[in-house]
């Protein structure tokens, strides 16, 4: 960061940064040109898309800090072996592909393990064309093989995160990417926000980044994707995920549009999630031009409602 850009932190984010911390109000830590609301517990941020945290960016040592008094209200629990129920309160639904990721899917299932206060099942959904991990998989974790119609099909996220809901047996599914590891109440706090009359739900306030040596590399706030919570009644009622994303981006953000449509999230994050460190996806190098990012460009022209009828139509769903 240049003289300026640390000169600028230290005298409009600093004093601000250091209150809400020295108060451990940290989940009200937003850049100086942001918007937020609170409900007393989570912030709701008033922009559409993510942001980095720009204090984190020039001073590393306040994400970190940062980080630690999250982690500290909020801890992530890591345990290999877990109590499933098959009357959950609550679904884990993992989309996968391939064998370089497994080692992050494998952390991401030991924060599932160490999940309280809530009964839940894990479905991991690996989508490729032959079975590649279920030998590496916790006995205590259900698995879901998709085969793909060619060698070369891109991954549809979409698809695993469908096919994981059709046999999940929770009252509330969590949609959760195999690299993010969350806090040990995660899904207890998901149960209680929809005991508060809420079918979609976000509770994610920061995303903390590591970099290939676990080090915390950026600190991202108001990210709609990578874990998403909803009523498994509610989930199909706005027609799932859109099977037409295929390869990387826009999905999460015409489920929330759609969501939005249904009745409204529960958007005040308050919960930390740990990023685990991996090369950025083929689509994503492409920003914009991405395939599946023009398609969601495409698709948000369409109003929501009419967006929840044709996937209803699709699934056979008249209701």
């Not at 877990?82 to 609550?90: I, K, L, M």
Request: net charge neutral.
């Amino acid at each position: 960061m240049s003289l300026r850009h640390r000169i600028g932190a230290l005298l409009y984010d600093w004093p601000k940064f250091e209150l809400r911390m020295r108060t451990g109000k940290w989940v009200l830590v937003h850049n100086r040109a942001e918007t937020i609301t609170t409900d007393g517990r989570g912030v709701l941020c008033h922009w559409q898309f993510t942001s980095d945290l720009h204090i984190a960016n020039v001073f590393p040592s306040a994400g970190r800090r940062l980080m630690r008094a999250a982690l500290r209200d909020w801890p992530i629990s890591l345990r290999d072996d877990a109590t499933t129920s098959e009357q959950p309160d609550v679904s884990f639904i993992i989309g996968h592909r391939g064998l370089a990721r497994l080692p992050l899917l494998l952390q991401t299932l030991r924060s599932i393990a160490g999940q309280r206060d809530v009964t839940f099942e894990c479905i991991v959904v690996e989508q490729s064309q032959t079975r590649e991990i279920d030998a590496s998989l916790p006995k205590w974790v259900r698995y879901l093989h998709t085969a793909t119609p060619s060698p070369d099909f891109d991954y549809s996220r979409s698809w695993t995160f469908n096919a994981g809901a059709e046999i999940a047996r929770g009252r509330v599914l969590i949609l959760h990417d195999n690299d993010m590891l969350m806090p040990e109440r995660y899904a207890a706090e998901a149960v209680a926000r929809v005991s508060d009359g809420y079918s979609f739900i976000d509770l994610k306030r920061f995303v903390f980044y590591l970099d290939e040596g676990d080090a915390l590399e950026t600190v991202v706030q108001n990210l709609h994707g990578g874990s998403v919570i909803a009523t498994r009644d509610a989930y199909f009622d706005i027609g799932g995920f859109d099977e037409s994303f295929v390869g990387w981006g826009g999905e999460d953000n015409d489920f929330r549009e759609r969501a939005e449509e249904h009745g409204g999230i529960y958007g005040f994050g308050y919960l930390p999630i740990v990023h685990l460190f991996h090369a950025p996806q083929k689509g994503k190098l492409q920003g914009a031009d991405a395939p599946a990012v023009k398609r969601y460009r495409e698709l948000s022209q369409i109003p929501a409602k009419e967006r929840i009828a044709r996937l209803r139509a699709l699934r056979g769903d008249q209701k």
